[in-house]
């Protein structure tokens, strides 16, 4: 079956930037996704890329896809402690709700 | 809008209880779902329903049920709990009009079997 991996722990020091990476296995994925979930909560959806794009950039927020090698990186600008939270990424097909999630990437802010 | 709502927040159950655990949305959303999450596992999908009166199974779908006979309700229930059921349990829905089919989560249901 389909595949979404991400590495599990990321540590970055307060002000630098993060780069959480996902791969897939999926080659019909239409759209991919970030979710963050932040302590004690549910998911929310964070930004997300179509996959004729190759990059979507949203103030802080960077989506890098590469479709050839199947991978998708979230890139955030000036990192802050509001940014702890595990950040999961998910993909899809066009015409089907079902997403299918990786195991999440718990990000650490150093201080 | 309330958005998607579940209950209990926290529940501690003996190995063989049954319970349900709830899940309603006021966002009029067709797609509802049920999640489970582990450490190390990211999310994996329970069952899911397109609209009411109908459900399909996802990834775990062994000990649970579902039943969708409205819009804005779909309970989960657990017919004879088991430590493997010891889980955070997420209920979500999307739009099925909505290009991004973006999903819309609750707070979650904490369970532990004993």
């Known amino acids: 079956g389909e595949d979404v991996e991400q590495s599990l722990f990321l540590s970055v020091r307060e002000g630098d930037s993060s780069v959480i990476n996902c791969t897939y296995t999926?080659?019909?994925?239409?759209?991919l996704y970030w979710y963050k979930q932040e302590p004690g909560a549910g998911l929310q959806l964070l930004t997300y890329?179509?996959?004729?794009?190759d990059m979507k950039q949203d103030q802080r927020l960077t989506v890098l896809l590469n479709k050839k090698d199947k991978h998708l990186s979230l890139r955030i600008a000036d990192t802050q402690t509001g940014d702890s939270a595990i950040y999961f990424c998910?993909?899809?097909?066009?015409?089907?709700?079902?997403?299918?999630f990786g195991t999440g990437t718990r990000l650490t802010i150093i201080p | 809008n309330a958005g998607v709502t579940q209950t209990p927040k926290f529940q501690v159950l003996k190995t063989g209880q049954s319970m349900t655990l709830q899940c309603a949305q006021d966002?009029?959303?067709?797609?509802m779902s049920w999640y489970r999450q582990d450490p190390g596992m990211g999310l994996r999908l329970i069952h899911y329903?397109?609209?009411?009166?109908?459900?399909d199974q996802g990834e775990v779908p062994n000990g649970y049920n579902v039943s969708r006979s409205t819009t804005e309700d779909f309970p989960l229930r657990l017919l004879s709990a088991a430590p493997s059921q010891t889980s955070v349990y997420f209920c979500?829905?999307?739009?099925?009009?909505?290009?991004?089919?973006?999903?819309?989560f609750g707070p979650g249901t904490r369970l532990t079997v004993t």
């Open positions: 979500a829905s999307s739009s099925g009009t909505s290009r991004v089919y973006e999903q819309y």
């Open positions: 999926d080659s019909s994925s239409t759209y």
């Open positions: 890329i179509f996959s004729n794009m």
């Open positions: 998910a993909d899809t097909n066009f015409g089907n709700e079902k997403l299918t």
């Open positions: 966002m009029n959303h067709e797609y």
């Open positions: 329903s397109v609209g009411a009166g109908i459900t």
